[in-house]
């Protein structure tokens, strides 16, 4: 069976500091990969999706970028965060197009 | 551009009432639908997926079904129960080719005991 991993669970972080958060889908090899932010409330926002190791895809533009350097492994990140950060982000992966399967998700508050 | 607007903000009922929640979408491609549904505090989970035009699919009691008349989605059920309780969203891949799924801002559905 496929499982899949985020880290940490929650991070509080100051404006202006970096950021690091991960993801690991163990079970599958291959995955397509995907980030999403969720502000407190709102609905899913994609951010990234990544098809293969090392190549990774911008879906929206919110001052944060994204790496693929294992193929089970997808990492977001920022030099410098910003209020705007706050939120739940959430990884995802798929097998084709079609069903993506999300993991527990990062409760991100800057402050 | 793609979008998916879901207008039901809320939802109250009651157990074994219906529940009716719809949305409208707009792409250019031949797209395909599906309904995510989140409990609190966990990832969204797949709810049901529609691919093509004016077919159901269904799925815990829920069904979906996908109008491309009037470019619109439903999911009912027709008897709900307290743990129904949940948000739930719309989604739409915009096109075969496509790898972004665009989701509707959701509908929290609160069933009264």
């Known amino acids: 069976a496929q499982t899949i991993h985020q880290w940490p669970v929650a991070e509080i972080k100051a404006v202006g500091s970096p950021l690091s958060l991960g993801c690991t889908i163990k079970?599958?090899?291959?995955?397509?990969l995907y980030w999403y932010w969720q502000a407190t409330g709102g609905t899913l926002q994609q951010l990234f999706y990544s098809i293969t190791v090392g190549q990774v895809e911008s879906v929206v533009q919110l001052n944060l970028s994204a790496s693929r350097p294992k193929d089970d492994q997808f990492i977001l990140s920022t030099e410098k965060l910003l209020l705007s950060h706050s939120g739940f982000y959430l990884c995802?992966?798929?097998?084709?197009?079609?069903?993506?399967?999300f993991g527990p998700g990062t409760r991100l508050t800057v402050l | 551009g793609d979008s998916v607007i879901q207008m039901q903000g809320q939802v109250t009922l009651s157990e074994n009432d219906f529940l009716f929640i719809n949305c409208t979408y707009s792409t250019t491609g031949y797209p395909t639908l599906f309904w995510y549904v989140q409990y609190s505090g966990e990832g969204p989970q797949l709810l049901l997926q529609v691919t093509t035009a004016n077919n159901k699919g269904s799925s815990r009691g829920f069904e979906a079904t996908y109008d491309k008349g009037t470019t619109s989605f439903h999911l009912q059920k027709t008897s709900v129960q307290e743990i129904d309780s949940a948000v739930y969203y719309c989604?739409?891949?915009?096109?075969?080719?496509?790898?972004?799924?665009?989701f509707g801002s959701g509908t929290q559905l609160t069933v009264m005991p």
């Open positions: 995802a992966w798929s097998r084709d197009r079609d069903e993506q399967y």
């Open positions: 989604a739409m891949r915009p096109s075969s080719g496509s790898w972004q799924l665009i």
């Open positions: 079970g599958k090899s291959s995955p397509n």
